[in-house]
């Protein structure tokens, strides 16, 4: 018998807001920069991570939807089972200008290793498996723009053939000051089914 999926949960992050199921729950001044939207989100939001500040902002967005998830959510009741699918278009191209520079200047020559450690796109779900003790697959994939068939079939795949009992996935990109991020939760319960199309309608809200 197959298993119903469903979008459970979901959130936008976007121009200097926060969205959880599609209302508003935190509005930065829209004159701060990504940094410091991000900065003024996290205490709001009241993370508890300290290594957030040492993050690139990818990493940064990337817990911060992630938690404007889960922090809703028992992840007893997945066994910590959730399995991260992420993507984007930029990968982590805001972090590889930044140690380009580092390296370019002969005379100053001074790669930081706190930089070089975020020149792969998903240094974030690694971050975000060890702040939510998650234990399942993870990905993080680059396309043009949000592929919405990609992800509804590999979700889907990853719970019908028991590779996670819940899915935490969606669209998480920066380069420079444009960002956004549409991140959700699929599993078996909620009341919106897991559909390409309702992923796609989501997605532009």
Known sequence: MH??????????????????NGKLVFEGDQDNNLKDFLKSSYRDQKLHYPKFFKMDNLSKLSILAADLILSEIDLNKFDHNVALIFSNKASSLDTDRKHQKSIDDADHYFPSPAVFVYTLPNIGIGEISIKHKLKSENGFFIFDEYNAKFHHNYERLLIKNNKSNAVLAGWVNVDEEVYDAFVYLISENGNLEHTE?????????
């Open 3 to 20: 298993k119903k999926l469903y979008i459970q949960s979901y959130c936008h992050i976007k121009n200097n807001q926060l969205w959880l």
């Open 197 to 205: 199309q309702n992923l796609i309608k989501l997605y532009k809200e």
